[in-house]
């Protein structure tokens, strides 16, 4: 991780992250990232390697049946640089700002097939908690997984 850091984003990053997320995933908007961080400017980072954007994390404040919780609206990482722990970097900084902000159950949805996904989310104390059939616009079932913290 040497000249990677874990910073906020800033809307000079908004290209960086769309690249990312054109490598990553088909299933956004990529352009909803500048309403996102409008929305949740204080629970989105980027992960950036000599000012060029590798990784981000975005993290959302929702309501559900329970009250005011977290969702960890996406994460991902370019190909290079996954498992040198930058991931794992980008989820504590969410996870802590969430706290910051008085919000201990946060959530997350990972694909059903997405097996290492769903280990990364359990060491960092994600635990299962339903899945959602057809949630993906391929009609892949989600894993709903969810983090009480403290």
Known sequence: MEQIIVRRF???????????????????????????YEMNEDTFFVADH??????FVVGISTIDEYGVCGRVFSIAMRE????LGIGTELMKRVVSEFHRKNIGRITLEVRRQNVGGMRFYQRLGFTIARIEDGYYSDGEDAIIMSYMGG
């Open 80 to 83: 290079a640089y996954q498992g």
């Open 50 to 55: 000599r000012g060029t954007v590798v990784g």
């Open 10 to 36: 800033q809307p000079a990053d908004f290209s960086g992250v769309i690249a990312v997320e054109r490598e990553q995933f088909s299933e956004h908007d990529p352009y909803m990232y500048m309403t996102l």
